[in-house]
T-cell receptor, first 110, second 116 residues
């Protein structure tokens, strides 16, 4: 089993839709969790960290489920500009064993 | 904050030559930097972990003599692709990790290498 798994997609959704991605991880010692966004032919950029109690940044909501070992990202009111690949990442304390998932591709259609 | 630069952004070279890529953390010190490679439409692939002042740790299947990594200071790591061949053509991305409990990685803009 891979350390971090994501559905590769693509998720094709209409503008304005709500879409959610999950990311499962196998290392129960994982302490830090992140969502990154990568546009085509560009570097990944940190979208948001994921906190234990869940956190929201505008249209984006991230949640952590330690019991089931997954994190999720919810995007509300999708925009065309949200089209990208979304990578989750997990690490142990102090950034040890930092592992990226393979990414989920999202296409928001007009 | 947390800006990482990478130079050059694009390089085209002849087969057999060596190419050096620099990765700098501009506004923070990074004890650890990472080098990734990404082929078109594929996932990020970790090549090596670079720790300041010590030897890099290479992932399985990555030749350390071909991909030389130097992390001489807390703000600079370099990757040298030696005797490059067309199959080394790829998008090389570095990241620098912040210190502290979270250890977030911030990426440089990447270097697109084309070997003719």
């Amino acid at each position: 089993r891979k350390e971090v798994e994501q559905d590769p997609g693509p998720f094709n959704v209409p503008e304005g839709a709500t879409v959610a991605f999950n990311c499962t991880y196998s290392n129960s010692a994982s302490q830090s969790f992140f969502w990154y966004r990568q546009d085509c032919r560009k570097e990944p950029k940190l979208l948001m960290s994921v906190y234990s109690s869940g956190n929201e940044d505008g249209r984006f909501t991230a949640q952590l489920n330690r019991a089931s070992q997954y994190i999720s990202l919810l995007i509300r009111d999708s925009k065309l500009s949200d089209s990208a690949t979304y990578l989750c990442a997990v690490s142990a304390l102090y950034g040890q064993n930092f592992v990226f998932g393979p990414g989920t591709r999202l296409s928001v259609l007009p | 904050g947390a800006v990482v630069s990478q130079h050059p952004s694009r390089v085209i070279c002849k087969s057999g030559t060596s190419v050096k890529i620099e990765c700098r953390s501009l506004d923070f010190q990074a004890t650890t930097m990472f080098w990734y490679r990404q082929f078109p439409k594929q996932s990020l692939m970790l090549m090596a972990t670079s720790n300041e002042g010590s030897k890099a740790t290479y992932e399985q299947g990555v030749e350390k003599d071909k991909f030389l990594i130097n992390h001489a200071s807390l703000t600079l790591s370099t990757l040298t692709v030696t005797s490059a061949h067309p199959e080394d053509s790829s998008f090389y991305i570095c990241s620098a990790q912040t210190s502290g409990r979270a250890g977030t990685q911030y990426f440089g803009p990447g270097t697109r290498l084309t070997v003719l």
